[in-house]
């Protein structure tokens, strides 16, 4: 079986397989477009979402430090260290028993 074609027609089969082989690749181009797209969008989201977190993170920490310092400044004020406490319960014991001789005698 032989297959005579014009030239015209030899011309129009290629132009038809190139317009096919075009448009599939198109098509598998934009598919591939779109799912790069769409990755793209989600790792922005979560680049975003995580920022969030950093900063709100980073805000908990700057209040736990500053309750931290708040605590460190009237820590002096409201509480007498163990060893100063020692130190006045010897005297007034001292002074107690000075008292207890004085009366005794």
Known sequence: MIL???AYQVIGI???IAGSVWGAGKAFFARFDAALRERDDSLEQAITNLSEQMQKQTD???KVEKDLLLLKAELPEKYLP????NRTFTVVEAKLDRLYELIKT
Not at 82 to 85: E, L, M
């Open 4 to 6: 005579e074609l014009e």
């Open 14 to 16: 290629l132009l038809t």
């Open 60 to 62: 908990e920490v700057r």
């Open 82 to 85: 163990r060893a100063d406490f």
